[in-house]
């Protein structure tokens, strides 16, 4: 028996959210959306996700905030980062912080599935 793997998506644009999700519930996920830091939070301390797709900038802070939470000591979830800032500095911090995968907005749904089977969620 094969379980659906649960992705969080941290993003403050709902239309991002919404297009996402919708497109991982088509690939068999089951989506999850926050849209604060404070909210990724919460969804992390209620339940386990295989991935979580973390924008870079959000209302009350930065996604770089929010992976030291996902990134504990033997925690299985893969990180994509996701921003509409795309530049070398931004892909290498979030490689030294932690991210399993970096996509720049917009991005495709080829983007997306290509994140997902290099991080083999």
Known sequence: ???TKRVLI??????ICLLLSGLLRRLGYHPTCAHFLEEGRRCLRS??????FLDLNLPD???????????TVGSPTKVIM?????GV?????????GADYFIGKPFTRKSVEQALQTIQV
Not at 61 to 71: A, H, N, R
Not at 82 to 86: H, L, Q
Request: proline share 2%.
């Open 1 to 3: 028996m094969t379980t």
């Open 61 to 71: 802070g930065l996604g770089f905030d929010l992976l030291p939470s996902i990134k």
């Open 47 to 52: 339940q386990e996700f295989d991935a979580v």
């Open 10 to 15: 941290v993003d403050d644009e709902a239309d």
């Open 89 to 97: 500095a931004e892909r290498k911090r979030a490689a030294e912080q």
């Open 82 to 86: 996701i921003s509409a800032f795309d």
